[in-house]
């Protein structure tokens, strides 16, 4: 029989993987099906004559045996899987079924979070008139996009070489927030060209459980303060009052956050801006409180223009050091305890989301009073008056509206999804998820069960996964997993998926 592998999913990264094997495929036979609903017309990577891709315009619905089987009734006969398809939708949660009724009952515009068909068209937000909208990252982004510019509105160059927006008149009036109040930092302009060091702390824990933010965070903290105080006081020393061997000493010695390490970092490092402070990096609005929303867009106006000035700048690069540190800190950290949702939101935050561009553009549309910012720890919801009804923590008051938007990325969630394939292999415990994503063993991406055990010839990828890169979009290093999907199929005998 001829050796065989599916992808299941035909976006970029489905095809990228699917040339990462093309790439790596001895001379022997080898099919490769990749299936999709829009499969068809996708168009697959050249490959040798030995290696056939089959595209499947069908959706996945359940592995049994060696085989997966799709929704049109055919039975693909494998010897490895690849889950690669987008992140799966949710079904509603109760909250959500709740707020979908109270838009019913009164008249009102409510698009859920998700990706799901049947939420109504963002044509349908009235211009002219308040919109609330949660979420402040990507999914934002491109809704703002769709409201603005996408309704006649656009950038011209400003006189200080900033974006100016022109409005249309079409446009909603948009209110945002968020927990932290801020759009994720703007994506570093430069690199910094020196590796960081490796971590040295994270690496001492012992067998688990872990209390994360007790036992973990600390180690985590110190080694990226390492990181980050390493790059500083070696490639800024005019910065500095002491040299990098004396510090890393003392520094190595000393607890994380105590008092004796507060004041090696006073001594070393005199300017206040030069020192990391992970509190005011991930809750900037933290203790502030404006007495209305005009105070608070300066505010934010201020910050967005400080931080567009401090990722554009070399001279501040120990900020990233600080960030390619936090990746060998995380791949430290997958091999001895469970993922943290806290710790992820944080490293996504601080290695920045949107584009230094975007993040013009939005403080452009809220000088243009296209776009108000909400403040920190932002709620909507139903109001007895029959409206949507927003609130925060930075500023008295409410915002009330007619149309609510939830742009948040749905949280992963085995138990509530809508993909049959996966709502049925978490249903037989052959696979199990860990803070709402699927379960991968690193390396390698191998799919584990409710037992913790890897199966052999199944994989997944994605950002809906415990193998996704928090710091990135980008897909994980493709050819590492073509390799170790070829080697499943390799053998005298075909493996079975099963």
């Known amino acids: ?119 109504p068209s963002l044509d349908r937000v ?39 927006y022109l409005p249309s008149g079409a446009e909603p009036l948009i209110h945002a927030g968020s927990p932290r109040g801020v759009p994720h930092h703007a994506r570093h302009a430069y690199r910094t060209g020196d590796p960081p060091p490796a971590p040295r702390f994270v690496t001492a824990l012992g067998p688990g459980p872990h209390d994360f933010r007790r036992e973990v965070w600390p180690l985590v903290a110190k080694d990226l303060a390492y990181a980050y105080y390493h790059h500083l006081l070696t490639l800024h020393r005019d910065r500095a009052r002491v040299g990098w061997p004396g510090f890393a000493a003392a520094f190595a010695a000393e607890e994380w956050d105590g008092p004796a390490m507060r004041a090696l970092i006073r001594t070393a490092v005199p300017r206040f801006e030069d020192r990391l402070n992970f509190a005011r990096l991930d809750r900037p609005l933290a203790g502030m409180r404006f007495g209305d929303l005009a105070g608070l867009q300066r505010w934010t106006y201020g910050y967005l223009a400080a931080d567009l000035a401090r990722r554009a700048d070399p001279a501040h690069s120990a900020d990233l050091a600080m960030i390619e540190g936090l990746r060998g800190v995380l791949d430290a950290l997958a091999r001895r305890v469970p993922q943290d949702a806290w710790l992820h939101r944080l490293a996504r935050h601080a290695a920045g989301g949107l584009s230094a561009t975007r993040i013009a553009e939005l403080r452009a549309l809220g000088r ?131």
């Open 1 to 119: 029989m001829t050796a065989s592998i599916c992808v299941v999913g035909a976006g970029a990264t489905g095809i990228r993987l699917v040339e990462r094997i093309r790439a790596h495929a001895s001379a022997g036979p080898l099919d490769v099906h990749v299936v999709d609903p829009q499969a068809a017309g996708t168009a697959a990577p050249p490959s040798p004559d030995a290696l056939r891709v089959h595209a499947h315009r069908a959706s996945a619905v359940d592995l049994s045996g060696r085989f997966v089987l799709l929704d049109d009734g055919t039975r693909l006969d494998t010897c490895a899987v690849v889950l690669a398809h987008a992140w799966p939708d949710v079904l509603p949660s109760p909250r959500e079924r709740e707020l979908r009724d109270f838009a019913r009952d009164h008249g009102l515009y409510y698009r859920p979070a998700g990706h799901a068909g049947g939420r």
């Open 126 to 164: 009235p211009g002219g008139r308040p919109v609330l909208v949660l979420g402040l990252g990507a999914v934002m982004s491109g809704v703002v996009a769709r409201l603005t510019t996408g309704r006649g509105g656009r950038f011209r160059p400003g006189r200080d070489g900033g974006p100016v």
């Open 368 to 498: 243009a009073g296209v776009l108000t910012f909400l403040g920190a720890a932002a709620r909507v919801e139903p109001s007895g008056d029959g409206v949507w009804r927003a609130t925060s923590a930075s500023v008295p008051g409410a915002v009330t509206a007619t149309a609510f938007v939830d742009a948040r990325r749905p949280a992963p969630s085995l138990d509530r999804t809508r993909d049959p394939l996966l709502r049925r292999l978490h249903d037989r415990g052959e696979c199990a998820e860990e803070c709402g994503r699927l379960k991968v063993s690193l390396p390698g991406n191998r799919i584990v069960d409710s037992s913790g055990a890897a199966h052999p010839h199944r994989f997944a990828l994605g950002g809906w996964t415990t193998g996704a890169d928090p710091l990135s979009a980008d897909d994980p290093p493709l050819d590492a997993l073509a390799r170790a999907v070829l080697a499943a199929t390799a053998g005298p005998t075909v493996p079975r998926v099963a």
